[in-house]
């Protein structure tokens, strides 16, 4: 799920692209077909530098404000954990390949 479209994003190969569109609420389509064997990432990337709704004193808030904001916060988060356990899986198979190497030579 996504709040916005432009939450959704897509990498060729690690590299970001924007020859895409969302066909539906549920499928990306390219605008150009990707080679053959290039490796195709669809992700959520929600905004978290401000809230999607802002509330001011002696305004009416609504609920679907609030459910709103809520789940930009939940989205925030759990993309952060996902780049968290994906660092630490990149760290530890770089620990692992350190350690098998010491002194420039394959122990």
């Given at each position: 799920?996504?709040?916005?479209?432009?939450?959704?994003?897509?990498t060729?190969?690690?590299?970001?692209?924007?020859?895409?569109?969302?066909?539906?609420a549920?499928?990306?389509?390219?605008?150009?077909?990707?080679?053959?064997?290039?490796?195709?990432?669809?992700?959520?990337?929600?905004?978290?530098?401000?809230?999607?709704?802002?509330?001011?004193?002696?305004?009416?808030?609504?609920?679907?404000?609030?459910?709103?904001?809520?789940?930009?916060?939940?989205?925030v988060?759990?993309?952060?954990?996902?780049?968290?356990?994906?660092?630490?899986t990149?760290?530890?198979?770089?620990?692992?390949?350190?350690?098998?190497?010491?002194?420039?030579?394959?122990?």
């Amino acid at each position: 799920p996504y709040l916005n479209t432009s939450d959704v994003k897509v990498t060729l190969d690690g590299t970001a692209t924007t020859a895409f569109a969302l066909a539906n609420a549920t499928q990306v389509q390219f605008t150009t077909a990707p080679a053959n064997g290039v490796s195709i990432r669809i992700f959520r990337s929600t905004t978290s530098d401000q809230l999607s709704t802002l509330f001011f004193a002696g305004a009416s808030i609504r609920s679907e404000d609030l459910n709103t904001n809520l789940l930009q916060n939940l989205y925030v988060s759990q993309e952060t954990e996902y780049n968290v356990n994906l660092a630490n899986t990149q760290a530890d198979a770089a620990k692992t390949t350190a350690e098998r190497f010491s002194g420039g030579y394959y122990r």
